[in-house]
């Protein structure tokens, strides 16, 4: 039997190399191409252990699915494909300064922000891929109160 360490290792370069912000049914189906015996229960503890450690990020966008991918920058912003639904990382920098902004307008404690772009992806747009089936049996957990 695999060390969670194992498993851990194996979903992080499951990430690094598929930077779409895949599910965890998606991480769950590929880890047991390596892993045969890795159960679904280990694969959500792992994700929860390196989301609280601050080396993933968990993306709900409001979908039955939470979305995960590694931390790059406190900030950055996401593009979402409408068709196929993979989440990309944007390169750059935007509104560096909105921050202060915010927190200069409202009095709030900003910490941090996250921003969406939404429409089709290059690959969907050329009709370059396919659109994946929307049916899972995996729905988000909640968070413990």
């Given at each position: 039997m695999a060390r969670p360490a194992k498993y851990r290792d194996a979903i992080l370069k499951l990430l690094k190399e598929n930077p779409i912000h895949p599910t965890v049914d998606w991480l769950h189906v590929q880890l047991r191409l390596s892993h045969p015996r890795v159960s679904l229960a280990t694969v959500y503890r792992t994700l929860r252990t390196l989301v609280s450690e601050g080396i993933l990020c968990e993306l709900p966008f409001g979908t039955s699915e939470s979305r995960f991918g590694l931390v790059m920058e406190q900030t950055h912003y996401h593009f979402i494909c409408d068709t196929c639904h993979k989440i990309y990382d944007?390169?750059?920098?935007?509104?560096?300064?909105?921050?202060?902004?915010?927190?200069?307008?409202?009095?709030?404690?900003?910490k941090r922000h996250t921003m969406e772009f939404y429409g089709r992806c290059r690959e969907c747009a050329t009709g370059q891929s396919p659109a994946p089936?929307?049916?899972?049996?995996?729905?988000?957990?909640?968070?413990?109160p």
């Open positions: 944007l390169p750059g920098q935007f509104q560096v300064d909105i921050e202060q902004e915010v927190q200069r307008d409202t009095g709030h404690e900003v089936s929307r049916k899972s049996s995996i729905k988000r957990k909640e968070k413990a």
